[in-house]
């Protein structure tokens, strides 16, 4: 009796439940490899035919603003690969909130300055991205995507009741199916199967999904790993028109890159946002040996006094602080390489299906 309960518990949850997890689980399987995609199309942009010198970043600051000197400069990013281009942030006249924040990047070839072609397909991406973590409907959204995150949680754990029985009798082959089964035993089959199999991948991804749904999750995660969370400073709401805001001190931006290159070499990229307060330089990096795309470090840089003052790597952080600033990447797979990718993408397909054999199997039993 009580497996009835369950069951058509489990049904009716899943069938409110489908249509957002189906459109959830198809833009997560495409945004899985989004970065890939990214420099794959724009190989122009990325990728630059090596001289035998760069220029120094003074010079080719000076170059860009020579070309471009009513843009207001903000960041450079460079990479130690001969082959990448390097990256520089303006600010975008009139910006507000995060726009003002990320401001515009240009790729610039690092030995000529050429400006390269912009970037294609990041605004596609950021449309399925918005669908994915709030259907382009905003707060509500993302409390709609949450909502139904909670209901793919409660359906893991009713699934796993009522194939129970199954599961102790016969465990590997409950993992199993064959298309020989016609009709909705092979639904049935294929549902119980692939759910089984996709279990540990779903519940990282619900957990650490549910964290941009609702900021309680997040808080939670951190009070459990006993992380402190960092309070991000108010955005920007505008960007100043000042033609004094324009100069740069060079010779300062020059001595920090001077000084990071000389002491930091293993790196695969560097960024050095031009705000400093007398004369100290922020730099985040990225190792060639990064375990991800989000395991970035700091350093501090005098430049008036030509040293270090401070230096935070990622690999020096406990376990616990290492997890909880690996949200994202966990999220997608990326924390476990390229295997963690395909898991991941594999998985979200797969919780595709378990909606579409979940949504069939209620129609061959009605019909």
Known sequence: MYKKIWFKFHLYLGLIAAVILFTVAITGAILSFQKEIIQFINKNSFIVNPLENKLSQKEILVRFQEKLPNEKIRALTVFSDKKSSYIINVAIKGAKGKAAFKGKNYYINPYTVEIL???????????????????????????????????????????????????????????????????????????????????????????????????FVKDSLYFIAGVEKVQRKPLKRDIGDDKKDLKLPLDEIQKTFDIFEENISNYKWANLRFENKNGIYNISYLKNDAIHFRARNQVQIDSTNKKIIKHEQFSTLPLNEKLIKSIYPLHAGEYFGVIGQVLMFLSSLALAILCVTGVLMYIKRKF
């Open 117 to 215: 072609p912009d970037i294609l397909g990041e605004k596609s991406f950021k449309t399925i991205e918005l669908i994915h973590r709030g259907l382009i409907a905003g707060k509500v959204g993302k409390q709609i995507v949450g909502a139904s995150v909670v209901c793919l949680l409660i359906l893991i754990v009713t699934g796993i009741i009522i194939y129970w029985d199954r599961l102790k009798k016969a465990f590997i082959k409950s993992l199993t199916f064959s298309f020989k089964s016609k009709g909705r035993k092979l639904l049935s089959t294929m549902h119980s199967s692939v759910g089984m199999w996709i279990i540990p991948f779903l519940l990282l991804a619900s957990i650490t999904g549910l964290t941009w749904s609702y900021s």
